[in-house]
């Protein structure tokens, strides 16, 4: 029988959770704050994620920071920093380049949670007032151009330290590290992180529900990934993203598909784990999610521009109505009448018919479509482009109501091979759902990390200037027990091939 090795600091998934603001847990790091300094934090954006980060900082952290948040919705910077004492809030626009500098000199550290494209102009400013940064998103090519720039003024920019990227890339580094301190190798590294409705809230079309705007979602399935499997490496097609779903079985409780995202073969260098014959990382949905977004795709209502390609112009110039929109725009069709409901509806089957489909797949997308309202008499607001007016409907459909849970699902599966040439599987994975009367399991997961690397942005134990990820040891350990100290934790299994 093959052994199965238990990572002794990872023995329970996130599924039950403590919060990290309970009384028992603040009189404890209240007990060990015991060198407090007046460190003052900037926190630029007021959007889902900032509450848990104001959360831990303004009420829990031992080091009792001051924080403000800028942001150019004042109101809701305000409602969110009178719930704390040492919190504050003020009007803050990030294209403001002179009003950014002096709010960032004023402070020891700036936590940038704005839309990544952003990031750059904040970066500039913390460079020319050598003020460290943290934030959760990407590295863009941005950034990185201002690496040497960073280092120079002497300063950190952190980034990557939310959920995916952050802490995936804390889980990881531990698995992988400790192969290679006990002399194996990685030679497979397959990642899939998703955040979804919990079970009992999936039951809507697309079996997915937004908590901020959809078209993040929508960008992501036009553009490429790039991945390694066994050996062989791929790149997809442009556009065609949703297309390359697979089945996902490492949660057999939960029926799922993934799909690859971003470019995976820089986690060769960035993860150390050179020569590895799979590299792959990925998103995790519902199954039947892929083929809801091909017909999307294909009946033209991601297009970022009015009219569709050869039509010679805006074949929708004349709708009014959902119903209308997809007969009219999206399928290009002309009608005598206006259209109904039925007649969209049936438009739309003729058209995924032609698309070879089966009856089943065609039959599923309808009802999707139907559920989505987009056969419906509700209106669209022709200034916008398709792929905003199909958000705008989403976020219509597919929210949370009160008392619905959301929830994250992490898996990464690794194959390490040891010197006597055995081989072991090993699995590392994280299921948080949302608290009803709290936070989203996503804006926590992406949240907390990000103010628990703030507060070691502030102690000075983050080694190395310029821009950076969370890969060194010295950061993903502590970060890692911090999690823990707070019941977000991994869990880990370790199997000897027989």
Known sequence: MAAIRLIPTCTVAGMCRRSMYTPSF??????????????????????????????????????????????????????????????????LDVSDDSTLSKSVAEHDAVISLVPWVFHGNVARACIANKVNMITTSYVSEELESLHQSAKDAGITILNEVGL???????????????????????????????????????????????????????????????????????????????????????????????????????????????????ILRGTLRYKGFCKVMRALQALGLMEDHHGRAGDGGDVAAAAATWGEYMVCHSLAATTDTPPTAASAR????????????????????????????????????????????????????????????????????????????????????????GDPDGHTAMAELVGVPCALATEHVLRGTVRGAGVIRPVDKQLYEPLLADLEGLGIRMTETETLRQ
């Not at 007021?46 to 509450?51: D, I, K, R, T």
């Not at 080091?63 to 719930?83: F, H, M, R």
């Not at 990934?225 to 996902?248: M, P, Q, V």
Request: charged share 20%; hydrophobic share 40%; net charge negative.
């Open 346 to 433: 049936d438009v739309t089957v003729a058209f995924l018919e032609r698309s070879g489909l089966s009856r089943g797949d065609i039959a599923d997308i309808v009802a999707a479509l139907d559920g989505l309202g987009l056969f419906s008499d509700d209106a669209v607001d022709l200034a916008r482009a398709p792929i905003d007016e199909l958000c705008a409907q989403l976020q219509r459909k597919l929210v949370y109501g009160p008392g619905e849970r959301d929830m994250v699902l992490l898996s990464h599966q690794f194959v390490a091979e040891w010197a006597d040439g055995s081989c072991s599987d090993i699995s590392s994975k994280l299921v948080r759902c």
């Open 164 to 278: 995916d990227p952050g802490i995936d890339h804390l889980a990881a580094m531990r698995i992988i590290e400790d192969v290679q301190a006990r002399g194996g190798k990685i030679t497979s590294f397959i990642s899939f992180c998703g955040g979804l409705p919990a079970a009992e809230a999936s039951f809507v079309p697309l079996q997915y529900k937004f908590s901020w705007s959809p078209k993040g979602v929508l960008l992501a399935g036009i553009s490429q990934a790039t991945y390694r499997e066994n050996g062989a490496e791929y790149t997809t097609d442009s556009g065609k993203l949703f297309h390359y779903d697979r089945a996902f079985s490492e949660f057999p409780s939960l029926n799922l598909e993934a799909y690859p995202n971003r470019n995976s073969l820089v986690y060769e260098d960035v993860y150390g784990i050179h020569g590895a014959q799979t």
């Open 26 to 91: 603040r009189s404890a790091t209240t007990a060990a704050n015991k060198h407090e300094t007046n460190h003052r934090v900037l926190l630029i954006g007021s959007g889902n994620v900032v509450p848990p980060v104001v959360e831990y900082l303004g009420g829990s952290s031992t080091l009792k920071p001051t924080v403000t948040i800028g942001s150019i919705d004042e109101q809701a910077a305000n409602v969110l920093a009178e719930k704390y004492d040492r919190v504050s809030a003020q009007y």
